[in-house]
C-alpha cells in the first residue's frame, strides 16, 4: 500500500461478516451493516503532547479492532476500501481472534 498515515492516524480495512445467519438464511447485501470489526493496515508515528513528546500509538499494523458505526473516513487506495480513522475511535482490540471462534 502506497500510503501512510500522518500523526495518530490509522488506516484499517473492514472485516466482512458472514452471508448467512446460523439458522441458514442468507441476508442480501442491502439488508447487511457495514462491519464495525477491521484490521490495522498502516499506523502513523503517534500524537505529540504538549511538551512536545511524541507519543507512540497503543495499535499496530495486523491487530483486529472494534471501531464505532460512523467512526472514520471511507476513501479508496489501490482498489480497496479503507477507513482512516484517529486512534481515539478505535473501541479496543480484538485479541485471539479466530475466524468462526465467536460464541
Given at each position: 500500500?502506497?500510503?501512510?498515515?500522518?500523526?495518530?492516524?490509522?488506516?484499517?480495512?473492514?472485516?466482512?461478516?458472514?452471508?448467512?445467519?446460523?439458522?441458514?438464511?442468507?441476508?442480501?447485501?442491502?439488508?447487511?451493516?457495514?462491519?464495525?470489526?477491521?484490521?490495522?493496515?498502516?499506523?502513523?508515528?503517534?500524537?505529540?503532547?504538549?511538551?512536545?513528546?511524541?507519543?507512540?500509538?497503543?495499535?499496530?499494523?495486523?491487530?483486529?479492532?472494534?471501531?464505532?458505526?460512523?467512526?472514520?473516513?471511507?476513501?479508496?487506495?489501490?482498489?480497496?476500501?479503507?477507513l482512516i480513522m484517529k486512534e481515539?475511535?478505535?473501541?479496543?482490540?480484538?485479541?485471539?481472534?479466530?475466524?468462526?471462534?465467536?460464541?
Amino acid at each position: 500500500m502506497g500510503f501512510r498515515p500522518l500523526h495518530d492516524r490509522v488506516v484499517v480495512k473492514r472485516i466482512d461478516q458472514d452471508d448467512k445467519t446460523k439458522g441458514g438464511i442468507i441476508i442480501p447485501d442491502t439488508a447487511k451493516e457495514k462491519p464495525q470489526e477491521g484490521e490495522v493496515m498502516a499506523v502513523g508515528p503517534g500524537a505529540r503532547n504538549e511538551q512536545g513528546t511524541l507519543i507512540a500509538l497503543d495499535v499496530k499494523k495486523g491487530d483486529r479492532i472494534l471501531f464505532g458505526k460512523w467512526s472514520g473516513t471511507e476513501v479508496k487506495i489501490d482498489g480497496d476500501d479503507l477507513l482512516i480513522m484517529k486512534e481515539s475511535d478505535i473501541l479496543g482490540i480484538v485479541e485471539g481472534s479466530a475466524k468462526g471462534g465467536k460464541k
